[in-house]
Nanobody, 119 residues
Framework: QVQLVESGGGLVHPGGSLRLSCAAS????????MKWYRQAPGKEREWVAG????????????TYADSVKGRFTISRDNAKNTLYLQMNSLKPEDTAVYYC????????WGQGIQVTVSS
């Protein structure tokens, strides 16, 4: 079955960095666009970043929400079936559960991973 498993979250101080990973299995990873979302308590789930076919579209294949642009970088390693989100200059408002996502006949979600940015 299709499965997405996030890892790499945790507690970090403001200004710090984390790298999230999303291990994908059960489908042809390189053929599908991937996305990161996040959801903070009491707020709607929001789109964070997406990545498609970098070989075809270059940097246009990477897109970001305005709230994270310039601080976060989305990437993928198709040989490892893994999606990444490098998060730098973290702010308390980045605190949320982070989910990776793709669409294969329906929206597929990972379980989510907690990121907490606090002093």
């Amino acid at each position: 079955q299709v499965q997405l498993v996030e890892s790499g979250g945790g507690l970090v101080h403001p200004g710090g960095s984390l790298r999230l990973s999303c291990a994908a299995s059960g489908f042809s990873f390189s053929n599908y666009a991937m996305k990161w979302y996040r959801q903070a308590p009491g707020k709607e789930r929001e789109w964070v970043a997406g990545i498609g076919d970098v070989a075809r579209a270059g940097d246009r294949a990477r897109t970001y929400a305005d709230s994270v642009k310039g601080r976060f970088t989305i990437s993928r390693d198709n040989a490892k079936n893994t999606l990444y989100l490098q998060m730098n200059s973290l702010k308390p408002e980045d605190t949320a559960v982070y989910y990776c996502n793709t669409y294969i006949y329906k929206i597929i979600w990972g379980q989510g991973i907690q990121v907490t940015v606090s002093s």
